[in-house]
Nanobody, 120 residues
Framework: QVQLVESGGGVVQPGGSLRLSCAAS????????MSWVRQAPGKGLEWVSG???????GYADSVKGRFTISRDNAKNTLYLQMNSLKFEDTAVYYC??????????????WGQGTQVTVSS
């Protein structure tokens, strides 16, 4: 079955960096768009970034210029490089498979999430 397993979360100081990874299995990874979605404590879900099958990318305004999404289709892995982290980036980050080829926030399958905490 479709499975998404995130890793790479942790505690980091403001201004620091983390790289999240998402290992995908059970589907043809290369042809589907993928997104990262986060949920901060006490808040709703927020789309962070997406990448389509052609590797075109998009970012929420809150992370533009600081985060970079990428994919390695040979390894069936999605990444999120997070730089210049801020307190407000603290959240559970979810890797999400989209239903189609573009990141349209039409979500299909979610990973279990990985916690990112920005703290001094």
């Amino acid at each position: 079955q479709v499975q998404l397993v995130e890793s790479g979360g942790g505690v980091v100081q403001p201004g620091g960096s983390l790289r999240l990874s998402c290992a995908a299995s059970g589907f043809t990874f290369s042809i589907y768009a993928m997104s990262w979605v986060r949920q901060a404590p006490g808040k709703g879900l927020e789309w962070v970034s997406g990448i389509n099958s052609g590797r075109s990318t998009g970012y929420a305004d809150s992370v533009k210029g600081r985060f970079t999404i990428s994919r390695d289709n040979a390894k069936n892995t999605l990444y999120l490089q997070m730089n210049s982290l801020k307190f407000e980036d603290t959240a559970v980050y979810y890797c999400v498979k989209e239903k189609g080829y573009d990141y349209s926030q039409n979500y299909h399958v979610w990973g279990q999430g990985t916690q990112v905490t920005v703290s001094s």
